[in-house]
C-alpha cells in the first residue's frame, strides 16, 4: 500500500501545476507523511516491546518554533523547511545505525522507514518549490554519537524513538502549516 | 598488639623474680587471651586492594603479609549492609610479588551499588583481626546523579542467567523493571538501585532484548539491551574446483545465532583468510589456489568453531558450464551439438556429459566436447543444453549450460490409419484419423483418395485439404471388391499409402453371432479365435449402437499374431450401448468375424417400457407392452417386473426373465379397480415403471351361459313334475303358474322338496316391451345412482348406465348352500336376452332361499382375504360379497324375527336392483370352475383353442 501511495505521490510532483495547487498538493503530501511516521513508529515499539505509554525522558531534538505570532506564512514555511531538513539527517542517521546494529533487514519496519525517508525527501523539494527560493533539500544532520549524546545500545534505541517522535511532530506541523498556507493561497486567487 | 605488650613488660629488668613470674603469669594470660579471641599468632591480611572488571564482573581482591594460605573474605553491600558473600578461600602467596590474589565474580553488575570487602587469615580454628574494610564504590553515589542501568549491550549465550539493576537518578522514584514487555519484580540493593534476576534466558530478536527501567510516571528512565543468542555452528565444509586451478569451499550455516549487526554477527576465515562474501545464506569462500586442505574458522562473539576439508584436486572436479553451443549439422532423424570450454584444461580431461534433450542422454570422451543426437523426430523443434563431469574420479555434475534451440528437417509422413464404416451395402465413409506431429514428420497440406477395383478396372481418385478425415463413398459402379488408397502429402513429399478392401455391409442381426462385453474399468476386453485370412492383421471399430446416421466410429488395429485386445478410448460414455466389430484384414478381403455390445456401465432406463396396456380376458388380465426403446435402454435388459399397485405400494406378481417377453397375465381377479405396474429392469435396477389401471366388470357369457344351464334344469324339472303330479296336483301347477297381476312377474320359490309357496319378492321382472304401459310397474333400466346403498357404487358413476353385472363372490359360510341354488333362483327367468340390451332386464336374479348376504350386515363388514395369489381384490373401494346390496337394510316384515331361516324371503332389492347375484364357491372347485368355465366360454367366443 504504501509503496502505491509513494507512486501516486511522485505522479503528482511530476504534474506541472499552478501554484494553488502546489500547496494543496504539499500539504497532501505532509498529511501522508505522518501517517507513515505514526506507523513507523508504531512498528519501531512493536519490534522493541516497548509498551506505547513508555516515552522516552528528553527534550526535543530539533527545537524550532512555528508558533510565534509575528511569522508569517512563508517565514513558517521556511522554518518549517529547515526543521524537515534536519528530520531527514536525523533519518538518515538512524537508518545508519541500524543497519550497523542489526545488518540489513528486509522487513515491514524497514520497508516503511525507506518510504518515510523517501517522501520526507519529495516534502523537501515542495516546500522548496513553495518558497520559490534556491533552498537546499540536503540532510541537515551530522550523524556523531557524541553530538546525538548516544550512550549504548540501549540510549542509541531511545534516541531513535525520539527521532520518530520527532518525524511525527514536523509531519503533522507541516501538514497543518502547510494547510494554512494552502488555505490563504486558495483565498487569495478567488479574490 | 602483642608489639605493645612486649614494650610494656620490659620497663625495669632488675626485678628478676617478680619480672620472672609476672612474665609468666602475662604469658599465661596472653595466652588466655590467644585462645579466646583467636588473633594470637595470625597477622590480619594488610594493604587489601580492590580491582573490579566490571565488563567481566569480576573482582580481583590482594593483600599482603597473611602468612596463611587459607583466608575469610566478606563482601557486603555498603550502603544497606547486606551481606553478599561470607566465604572461606584458600589463596597462596605469589612468590614474586608476595602478595594474595582472589577472584570473585559478582552476580549483579559491579557498577549497581559500593561493595564493602575485608579479609582475614585463617589457620585451621585461627583466625586473624578482619583487615580495613575496603570499599568498591558503585555508580549510585550521590555525586553520580543520573539514571543507569547495569549491564549494557552484552552477548550472552542462550540459557544464561543474568541480573539487571537500575540506578534511578537522584530525586526521582523508581517506577518498575521490564524485560521485553513483561513486568518483572525488583530488589533494592541500595536507596537508588533496584534489580532483578533473569533465569534461562530465550533468543534475541535481531536488535536485542531490552530491559526497560521507569519511574513513578512511566517514563523511561533507563535501559539496557541483551543479546541473547548462540556460537557458530557450521557443517559440511566442502571445497572444489571449477576450473582446475582455484579452489571453491561450500558449508551449511548452521543452527542460527540470533546475533546480527556487525559486531555480533559470525565472520568466516578460509585457511586464516576472510570470507568477506560468506553472509547469510550464501555460505561460500573462493581461493586462488588447489591448498589440499583446508579449515574453517566461524567466530562471533560467543565463541569460535572450526571445520577442516582435504582432497585432492582431481577428485573434486566440478566443470563450468559448457559455452558457445552450435548445431554443425541438423537432419530429420538427428543433429549433432559441440560446445566449448571456457578453461583449456578440460580439454585435456576425460569427461563425461549429459545431454538434455528429451530426457538425458550420457556421453564420454577425451576432452568432449561434440556429440550426435540420434533419434529425433523429423520437423520438431529440440531445445539443448550440457553439463560434464571428470569421467574418472567423477565427483559432480557441472552446471548446466545455456540451452540451445534448434529444429529438425522434415520427412514424408507416415501412412494414414484408415477404415471404411458402410452404412449400407453401397454407401459408406473412408475414415482416417489425424496424424499426430510425430507422424505427420511436416505440416501435412492434404490427403488424395483412391478408389478402384480390379474387377471393373476402374479407379476414382479425390485430392482433399488437411482438415478433412473422411469421405462419403458410393461403390455402386465399383463392382465388388473395391480398394481404397489414402496417402497424406506434405512438404517433404507423400506419405506410404494406407490400403483397405472395403468390408461387406452387415447389420447387426445378420450372420454374425452378438455376445455381450463388459467393461472392466479400463477398458472392453476382447479376443477371438485367430483367423487364417488375416495377414495384415485385425480391426476393431466399434460406434453407439442406437446411432443411424454420421455415427462417430472409432477403430483400432491389432497385429496378425495377436487374437486379443483392449479397446480403450476416451469417448465411452455410460449408459450407451456400443456395438464392437471385429474384422480380419487382408489385402484381399476385409472379412466380419465377430461382433460385440457392451456398456461402460449400465444404468437403469431411462423411461418406461411403452403400450402398457390391460386386457381383460375373465377374471384374468392380461398385459401387453412394447420395448423400451435402444438408445432408452441404457444397458441390457434382463426382464420385467409385474406388480399390483396399491396406492404408493407394490406388490410383486411376476418377475419375466426373459427379456423378450412382453405380455403377462394376472389371474384369477376379483371385481374391481386395478393398478398394475410393470418395470424393465437392467443390471442396474429398474426403471420408473409404467403403470396401468383396469376396472374389471362382470363375464357376461359366463352368466350367459350359467342362466341357459339354469334355463335347462328348470325345463327338465317342470317336466319331471308334471309328470309326476299329474292328476292330483293340477291345482298347484296352477299356483305355480299363476300369473302376478300388475307385475308381469313370476315368482317361483322352493320350500322343502314339494312346499312350494310363491313369493311375493323373490322374482324376475321380464320387461315385455320397452313402451309397456307406464300404469303397471314396469322394470325399467335403472342407473345406479338410484340403487340403494350407493355408497360403494358412487367409484363406479362413470361407467355407462347401462346393466351391470356383478360378479361377487362369498367369502366365507354358505358355500353348501350356494351351488344348488344358482340353478334354483335362476328357474324363476322366463327368458334370456342379449344381456347387453335393454330390452330385457335381469333384475335380481337371486338365490333367494340361500343367500343371505344382505340380511348379514348393514355395514358391509370387511372379509377377510385369501390373499392376492389365490384371488386379488380390488385395492381401493373394493366389493366384498354382493356389493350393491350390502348396504341395504332389512326393512321387510317378513324378515323380522326369522333372521336367516327364512328361506323363502324376497330381497327387497330384486325389485330395483338391476345386477345378478350370483354365488362364489370359495373352496378349490368353486374357485378353478368359475375361472375356467369363463375362460372356456370367452375362448369360445373369440374363437381361442
Redesign the interface.
Known sequence: MADQEHIEIDTLLDMPAPGRSRTGRAAALARLLHQDCTYLLELYRERESLLSDHTPAGDRIVSLSLSSPDLSSDEQVQLLHSALRKCLGLLECLILREEEEMGELEGEYETVRKGVRDRLGHLLHSTKVLLETEEDVTPDHQCNEEVDGVVGTFGAKMWTYRVLLELIHWANSASQTLHVLHSEREGREEI | MFKAWEIFLYPNPALNFFTTVSRTCLVVLYLGFQTVDGSAGLAPPQQVRLDADKETQTLSVTWEDGHASTFDVEILRTELMEMVLNETVGVTEDQSTGKHQWNWTSPVPLECTSLSVKVRSRDGQDVSEWSSQQILPGLDLPDNTDSQ?YP??KTVPVGSNMTFCCIVEEGQQFGSL?Y??TLVKENMLSRRTYATTMTNQGPS????T?V?C?NEK????????VFVGYPPLPSDLVCETHDLTSVDCQWSKGRDTYL????R?TYYTLNGRNCPKARNSNMRCGLEQWDGNWTLVARNLLGEFRLTDAAELGHRVRPVAPVNLTTPEVYSWNASVGWLWKDKGFERLSLICQVCLSGHQTYTGYGLNTVVLKDLQPDEKYSVKVRCGSQKNFWKWGEWSLPLSFQTKMDRSVAPDIWLWMDSDNLGRVLWKPLTKSESHGQISGYEVILWSPEENSQQTLTLPQSVYSLPINVTDLGSKVTVTVTARNPAGVSLPANVVIPRYLPDAEDTAISKVAFNGSGFPLSWVAHANASCGYVVDWYNTSCTQDCNVEWTRVAADNTNTMVQSGNFFAGVRYTFSLYACSSESTVLLERWHGYMQELVPSRTVLRLSPNQEGADVQLTWDQIPLEHQRGFILGYTVYLTNASHLTLLANITDPQLTNHTVRNLVLGSYKFTVKAYTAAGEDGGATVSISLEPYTYWLIMEILVALGTMTCLLIVITIAFTGFSFSIFTILWKTMPGTGLICVCFQGTLDVKPSPHSMVHIVEDSVWDSSKEALVTVPEEDEEGTGDEAADTDEPASLRYYNQVVEEGSSSQRRPHASDSSASSTGSMDSGHTDVTYTGIQTSACYRPQMQSASCPEEPQTGPEEHLQPPVGSFGGYQPQCSWKQDSPEADGDGLDQTCLGSPTSVTSSQFLLPYDTSEEGKEHPSSASTWFHNLLTGKP
Open positions: 542501568m549494557e549491550g521490564w521485553k514487555d530478536n535481531p536488535s536485542g531490552n526497560v521507569s512511566k517514563m523511561i528512565i533507563a535501559g539496557a539491551v546480527f549487526g556487525m559486531t554477527q
